[in-house]
């Protein structure tokens, strides 16, 4: 039997489990060949508890320990060494591979509903995942403004020294939520405004969520936030935080066994765990 599981602390009512329960139904895993358990370990514990966590033919890994976890890899890939964050375990033979699969979640559920990075691109906040976001659109040549709120305008740093350290000429504004002026291809809520209980805040006003063409919001708690409630009237496409949720659940199947799967499936998982809230 495969073990797999989630470390972080503390996890509370995660969707973990009851998503990749059903990835892996999708992926042909019978629910006797594997297990999924929840490695809730206190961070003064995890040194001499990172064996049940080596144990494991795969992990992943949430709050505190993205990055206490990485001096116990062997390996980054690519994705988070770039972030110096880890959200995913794959368990080679007893060498560790760490993933950063945030990325890849936000990158493929924004593709799947149709949005893009590319063109001009109006991001709120850039802390935590907003930072991984911001260096995304940067890498696809976004023009990138950022909406961020006074006092925190240094969050845009790493995001510019990023850009300059690997050589791309990116074009990084930043302004005040009061200051956004004109039409944007993409707006990204990369902040937590419009997260449960506070459902009735919104990042932007109406005005602005009608000047973009497409509307990502990283909240998925309610499943329709204030901001896509107003996309949605102004006939505007736009995905909400579950589907990052999942398609990054998708990408960490997809390295631990191989896992394929078809879209439609994927899109009635997102809807499905959205109902569970």
């Keep these: 039997m495969k073990q797999y599981g989630l470390l972080g602390y503390p996890l509370g009512h995660t969707m973990s489990p009851p998503i990749h ?22 961070t003064e514990e995890l040194g001499k508890r990172i064996g049940e966590v080596k144990a494991l033919d795969g992990a992943n890994v949430t709050i505190p320990y993205k990055g206490e976890i990485i001096p116990y890899i062997d390996e980054l890939a690519p994705s988070a060494e770039r972030y110096t964050s880890v959200n995913c375990i794959v368990n080679e033979n007893g060498r560790y591979i760490g993933y950063n699969t945030d ?38 040549g976004a023009d990138l403004t950022l909406s961020l709120l006074p006092g925190f305008e240094d969050t845009a740093q790493p995001v510019r020294d990023y850009a300059e350290k690997n050589g791309i000429d990116a074009k990084i504004t930043v302004v005040h939520p009061d ?47 204030r901001l896509l409630t107003s996309a949605e009237k102004a006939g505007i496409p736009n995905v909400g935080g579950m589907a990052m949720l999942v398609w990054q659940a998708v990408v960490a199947q997809e390295l631990w066994y191989g896992a394929e799967f078809k879209e439609n499936d994927i899109d009635q998982l997102i809807s499905d765990m959205s109902a569970m809230l």
């Design 21 to 42: 329960k059903r990835l892996f139904m999708l992926g042909g895993i019978a629910e006797s060949e594997y297990e999924y358990s929840l490695k809730e370990i206190p």
């Design 103 to 140: 990325c890849d979640g936000f990158l493929r559920s924004l593709a799947a509903a149709g949005g893009s990075l590319s063109g001009k691109v109006l991001q709120c906040g850039c802390g935590g995942v907003g930072r991984m976001m911001a260096i995304e659109a940067v890498r696809a």
């Design 179 to 225: 200051e956004i002026k004109g039409s944007f291809d993409t707006l990204v809520n990369a902040s937590p405004v419009g997260m449960f209980p506070k459902v009735d805040a919104c990042p932007v006003t109406d005005e602005v969520i009608k000047q973009c063409g497409f509307v990502f919001d990283v909240v998925y708690n309610p499943k329709k936030t």
